[in-house]
T-cell receptor, first 113, second 113 residues
């Protein structure tokens, strides 16, 4: 089965600083999703990557999938308190007729004002 | 607007009781899922359903049961056989054609008292 390892587990940064969260897969990624979760709430979709070398940006968040499709990174530029939360990566399981996502354990981000 | 509704938001269970968590979606998604989230462990799949009247066990199905009598509804029962039910439970749905992976509900926090 596919396993996703996220690093770091937690991150505390000063407002305005840049940061990067990594997601490494034990198998080739066919679809990699990034979600954000506020404590005690559901997950909000951020971005999806499929192709090796793909990069997507939304506002100050950029996600990349490496050429080998086994690692993805999420980069936040000039962090703000609104970026605080738990970031999770999820990987598509290509086998079977039902979509199934496997998730990493999450990265807890704290942004200090 | 379409979405997933989970209820209740908070639930307290006495030892030996069965409790049922509700999940309703109006997105016309075929597949629905239940995940359990514990601190530092990410999301673990309990059950999923691809179509009405059919469901499959996930990684941690013991002590849980589900039904899928309607496309819109996928309730989860936490039985007395689940020895450590205190957790945050997330319901999700998906469509094979969606680029968003899953759409998540806002979660139910279950506490044993």
């Amino acid at each position: 089965s596919q396993e996703l390892e996220q690093s770091p587990q937690s991150l505390i940064v000063q407002e305005g600083k840049n940061l990067t969260i990594n997601c490494t897969s034990s198998k080739t990624l066919y679809g990699l999703y990034w979600y954000k979760q506020k404590y005690g709430e559901g997950l909000i979709f951020l971005m999806m990557l499929q192709k090796g070398g793909e990069e997507k940006s939304h506002e100050k968040i950029t996600a990349k999938l490496d050429e080998k499709k086994q690692q993805s990174s999420l980069h936040i530029t000039a962090s703000q308190p609104s970026h605080a939360g738990i970031y999770l990566c999820g990987a598509d399981n290509p086998s079977g007729s039902a979509r199934q996502l496997t998730f990493g354990s999450g990265t807890q981000l704290t942004v200090l004002p | 607007d379409g979405g997933i509704t989970q209820s209740p938001k908070y639930l307290f269970r006495k030892e030996g009781q069965n409790v049922t968590l509700s999940c309703e979606q109006n997105l016309n998604h075929d597949a629905m899922y239940w995940y359990r989230q514990d601190p530092g462990q990410g999301l673990r799949l309990i059950y999923y359903s691809q179509i009405v009247n059919d469901f499959q066990k996930g990684d941690i199905a013991e002590g849980y049961s589900v039904s899928r009598e309607k496309k819109e509804s996928f309730p989860l029962t936490v039985t007395s056989a689940q020895k450590n039910p205190t957790a945050f439970y997330l319901c999700a749905s998906s469509s094979r054609s969606s680029n968003y992976g899953y759409t998540f509900g806002s979660g139910t926090r279950l506490t044993v008292v």
